[in-house]
């Protein structure tokens, strides 16, 4: 029998840590910007970023522990200014597991331009599941902002947040973090579909199928 595996607070600090370099080492965001979460169920608490650190420095012990009404349990540091979506989001989705936020160059391009990006490649329906709609505008940092974000999320894993950036989603921050790299890719690729031609879209009979078989059946079982 497999030793399920147990995410303490300390364990979930370290990820978060790693995948601060992750973000650091990629193109999804500039300086300070941007955020990275990842929830705790048997405590109900959140690992999350503080606000406005450079993601080199940003060590375990400097992530910041919250419970589910934002107050800090530990940590020095103020939380990340986006604490309100994250909670949002884990508060709506009991499937998530963590969350990433980034301001990458063509998802934001689309964000800004108020244009979805359809499901447009294979791999993007298997992790997505569908659509990336674009929230509703609201100022960073605001619960209006949350609101937005969760009503047009959805069941998906990723969304746009008008003139704004992208909110990825998954069952860990392994997912989470490839989804926000998906969403750049697609974004890439849609705007460069659009000038080349007349993109053609999965339909959602497909879409439904390669979410299913990614989400039962793809990798090593
Ligand atoms: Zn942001």
Known sequence: MPVKFKLTVEK???RVAKFCQ???DSNLNLSTWGNISCYLPDEEQVVITPS???YKELRPNMQVVVDMKGEVLEGELKPSSELKVHLAI???RSDVRAVVHTHSAYASALAV???PIPPILE????????????????MAGSEQLAENTIKALGDKNAVLLANHGVVGVGRNLEEAFDVCMMVERCAQIYILARLAGDPKILCPEDVSALRE???YKYGQR
């Not at 997505?128 to 609201?138: D, L």
Request: charged letters at 20%; hydrophobic letters at 45%; a negative charge.
């Open 12 to 14: 979930a600090r370290e």
């Open 22 to 24: 992750k973000i650091a």
């Open 52 to 54: 406005g650190m450079s």
């Open 90 to 92: 884990y508060t709506h």
């Open 113 to 115: 331009s108020g244009i």
């Open 123 to 138: 791999d993007m329906a298997a992790l997505i599941g569908g659509e990336v709609s674009v929230a509703e505008y609201a």
């Open 213 to 215: 078989f990614y989400l």
